[in-house]
């Protein structure tokens, strides 16, 4: 069978899904990292697959892609930061424990 | 003229003596204070007299004529191509006198106070403000545009309020210093309006340009100025007579004359040098540096300004006669003889002969200043001596106080004009003017003189005979020579200063004016006035009760006349029942209810919004992560609907 442009577009919806999905019910702030990075790739697969099937001589969605890797890792290292101060003070990375930002 | 950048110095002088000691007084100069501020002062008084003899011996004359000089002129705030406001100095006979006058009394009375003041806690803060009114004084005198005797005048308003309050631990010194501040603010309103409606007609701030515009026969600003008006009144009267409320509220003219007895509150040296002798003249100085313009362009002006000037003399003479604190008897002789100087520029014209009255004001001017200083000083030893301003605890100081006694008769004597003393001579000039010119206001002027010698009499024999002195206060201190010099040199100058041949100096065109006095003329006034002193004799040389009976005889009169003519209750009257029940109170219930209703409904409604909402900031990170999911979303629905 033949892999067109449907079946990636299924697999980086399934994965944008799942990403959003991890983003809301984990309470484990790692994990909610994790999950971040699964939406971000499932938009990384669009690139790539709009820009092999609809305009194969083109390279802005390789770009794109690129720079996004390249602004995931920026933003993993903050994340991660944050992460470990978090824990630091509060001797926990639990979402629900760190909520005194408030009103 | 030769180089005139040390003019500048006769203000500045006092400038830096005020910033000295009003920023380092207290720490460094504690005792040498009064030292320091006397040293400045000396010195922009021998620089004001070497100034004065330059220009009335050697370089103002020109052909005759004295000239108006400008030694220099700087630009301060430029407004548009043709208006700017200037710091300037102008030379001419009236302001170099006037600086000889400042300068002189200021000095005076800087000298006076090393002793009178001495032991003060604020000793160097009451040095430091001296300097200020002062220097302020100086630059009020010497200002060469319109722009710039208001900022002056503005500062010696706040130096006068300053020193009124200085003793600011007393009630009726606050009070009396609040008085006097807003009375005389009140009257710069005026005085303000009254200057931008003369430089809107006439393009400029500068006196001499304004004067020359406005005065010159078919200048287009003149035309203008005349033919436009308000009410009926053109708007060159207008101007002149709003400068005149400024003018006469400085001046303690009828009626914004109620801040000035009150304003005795303040030391007396200070008493002696702003309301006695310079400040309260600054009226009389402003209209007779305008004199071309109020008395070509806008005679009627110069009608209400005699009038006025009349009407202050009169009843402030006639107050004097009833008041008991010898500071006021003297504050309402200061007021009168203020009157006399308005009234005399006020019936005289522009040019020649008919100028006299302009010289006679001037002559007053620089005469009253001498003996009234005197009359301030000696009442200031007095009241140093007995610790009372109330004349009923004073009596029999001839014998206690003699140079202090000499010199109070040398100018009262003087005030009520028996030659050959100084004041003699301006007031038979003034009275010799008001007889050519206006017979109203001479007669007016012949009551208030034989008045004069009545109540400055009344003055000297309840002070120095009357009963004879208990000496209770073993502690009283004699004067020291600090104190006694100053009254010496200013009789001195209360004495030969009638000698000076004013026309000579001063007069409306520059012009030589000739001023000798008829004998035949001056026996009616001298009588009146010897008769006023007999009469004073007889009812308080010896203690009885022939004045109560008198008082009695005259009682609704002398009522009206002891509760000040009830001025001062009908200012009350009018601003706390008629200002503060019609508009005060009024506009504190819109600005209470209304305005700020508007202002706390807005905040009350965005408190109760919020307060209802702001659990939506929960503090949880991913409630708002849904929330930003179901706008995206939302968002992407409508962006797809819209795109089909």
């Known amino acids: 069978m033949q892999i067109g442009l449907n079946h990636l577009l299924f697999l980086s919806t399934a994965l944008f899904f799942i990403g959003i999905y991890g983003f809301f019910t984990r309470k484990n702030l790692v994990t909610i990292l994790m999950s971040v990075e699964l939406v971000l790739n499932s938009v990384n697969l669009n690139f790539i697959a709009f820009n092999k099937y609809l305009w194969p001589n083109r390279l802005d969605g390789v770009f794109f892609t690129v720079f996004i890797i390249a602004i995931a890792a920026a933003e993993a290292a903050v994340a991660i930061a944050i992460i470990i101060n978090l824990y630091r003070s509060h001797q926990s990375i639990d979402v629900e424990k760190a909520e005194e930002l408030k009103y | ?644």
């Open chain 2, 1 to 644: 003229m030769p180089n005139a950048i040390y003019i500048a110095l006769i203000p500045l002088l006092p400038l830096t003596g005020f910033l000295l000691l009003g920023l380092f007084g207290r720490k460094i100069f504690k005792n040498s204070s009064g030292i320091i501020g006397t040293v400045f002062l000396l010195a922009a008084t021998l620089i004001s007299l070497y100034t004065a003899y330059g220009y009335f011996f050697d370089y103002g004359k020109v052909n005759g004529i004295y000239q108006k000089l400008f030694p220099f002129n700087y630009t301060w705030l430029t407004f548009s191509g043709n208006l700017s406001i200037d710091m300037g100095v102008i030379l001419d006979p009236i302001s170099v006198m006037m600086l000889v006058v400042v300068s002189f009394i200021s000095l005076m009375v800087h000298i006076y106070s090393l002793a009178y003041m001495k032991g003060e806690e604020r000793f160097p803060t009451y040095y430091a403000f001296l300097a200020l009114f002062t220097f302020s004084m100086l630059g009020l005198v010497l200002s060469s545009n319109i722009f710039q005797i208001y900022i002056f005048w503005e500062l010696v308003g706040v130096s006068s309020f300053l020193l009124i309050g200085y003793y600011y631990d007393r009630p009726g010194a606050v009070a009396a210093s609040k008085k006097a501040f807003i009375v005389t603010r009140f009257a710069d309103l005026g005085f303000l309006i009254g200057i931008l409606v003369l430089s809107f007609y006439s393009n400029t701030l500068d006196f001499n340009t304004l004067i020359q515009r406005l005065t010159t026969p078919g200048s287009d600003q003149l035309k203008t100025a005349v033919t436009s008006s308000f009410l009926g009144i053109s708007a060159l009267t207008w101007g002149t007579v709003l400068v005149f409320i400024g003018g006469a509220g400085k001046s303690a003219m009828f009626p914004l004359h109620i801040w000035l007895p009150d304003a005795m509150e303040g030391p007396t040296p200070v008493s002696a040098l702003i309301h006695a002798a310079t400040m309260v003249v600054a009226g009389v100085y402003l209209v007779a540096r305008l004199f071309p313009l109020f008395s070509i362009a806008a005679p009627d002006s110069l009608h209400i300004v005699a009038y006025v000037g009349a009407v202050s003399a009169l009843l402030a003479a006639i107050i004097a006669c009833t008041q008991t604190d010898i500071k006021r008897v003297l504050a309402y002789s200061t007021m009168s003889q203020i009157g006399y100087m308005m009234f005399a520029l006020g019936i005289a014209k522009y040019g020649g002969e008919d100028g006299l009255g302009y010289t006679a004001s001037m002559f007053h001017l620089f005469t009253h200043a001498m003996f009234k200083a005197l009359l301030f000083l000696c009442a200031g030893a007095v009241i140093h001596y007995v610790h009372s301003n109330e004349m009923g605890d004073m009596g029999g100081l001839r014998r206690k106080l003699p140079v202090t006694h000499i010199t109070f008769l040398i100018a009262c004597l003087s005030i009520a004009g028996i030659p050959p003393l100084s004041g003699f001579f301006s007031k038979e000039e003034i009275l010799l003017a008001a007889w050519q010119q206006n017979k109203t206001i001479y007669w007016m002027g012949l009551i208030t003189s034989g008045i004069t010698a009545f109540y400055m009499f009344r003055l000297y024999f309840s002070i120095f005979w009357n009963k004879d002195y208990n000496d209770h206060h073993t502690s009283a201190t004699k004067g020291s020579w600090l104190i006694t010099l100053p009254l010496i040199i200013l009789a001195i100058g209360s004495v030969i200063s009638g000698f000076i041949p004013f026309g000579n100096f001063i007069s409306t065109d520059g012009n030589h004016l000739e001023t000798g006095f008829d004998a035949v003329f001056s026996a009616g006034p001298v009588a009146l006035g010897l008769a006023g002193i007999f009469t004073a004799m007889r009812l308080y040389k010896k203690q009885s009760n022939r004045p109560d009976k008198i008082s009695l005889l005259f009682k609704s009169l002398y009522k009206t006349a002891y509760h000040k003519f009830y001025i001062d209750e009908i200012y009350l009257f009018i601003t706390k029942k008629i200002l503060f029940n019609l508009v005060g109170r009024p506009a504190a219930w819109f600005d209470k209810n209304i305005l700020d209703g508007l202002v706390n409904l807005t905040g009350n409604t965005t408190q109760i919004i919020s307060e209802k909402i702001k659990g939506v900031q929960s503090g949880k990170v991913q409630q708002y992560a849904i929330y930003f999911l179901a706008g995206a979303i939302g968002l992407a629905l409508l962006f797809i609907y819209w795109w089909n």
